[in-house]
């Protein structure tokens, strides 16, 4: 009997000391989808719409994409094709609901200029890839 304990005993410290696989999931927000950008010539603005992901990329071990409960935030960015991102956010969405379609209203559009935009989704420290459209104003 004493050595069914013992073994009992070794038994439930080695499962208690090995990782919890109900622990949170650390895997990055997929990216947004059916992203727009629409020129308004007589208001010389550029309104970006996109989707808001309801999932995480997907879990290359297992195959399972796992459901968002939040998005922290999605940053728009822009610039002229030829020329470095830059490190400033042009727009930030803050804590758009998984699913939402979220809209960014461009103010500062020149005419017959060519601009590139990159949207980004957060959920805490991690990012999704990058998504990306193109204009000609």
């Keep these: 009997m004493n050595k069914l304990h013992s073994i009992m005993a070794m038994l439930v410290t080695i499962l208690f ?3 919890s696989f109900a622990q949170e999931q650390k895997l ?3 990216r947004v989808r059916n992203q727009e ?4 010539a007589s208001e010389k603005t550029v309104t970006i719409t996109a ?10 071990d297992t195959y399972v994409q796992y459901d968002l409960t939040h998005i922290s935030y999605i940053t728009i960015k822009r610039h002229f094709p030829g020329e470095e991102w830059p490190d400033e956010e042009l727009g930030r969405i803050n804590s758009p609901k998984p699913g ?3 809209a960014f209203v ?11 935009y990159s949207i980004t989704v957060f959920v805490d420290d991690l990012h999704s890839q990058q998504s990306y459209l193109q204009l000609y104003t």
């Design 17 to 19: 000391s090995m990782p």
């Design 28 to 30: 990055n927000p997929e």
């Design 37 to 40: 950008a629409v020129y308004n």
């Design 51 to 60: 989707e808001a992901p309801t999932q995480t990329e997907y879990d290359w």
């Design 100 to 102: 939402a379609v979220i």
């Design 106 to 116: 461009d103010n500062n559009i020149e005419v017959d200029r060519q601009y590139e």
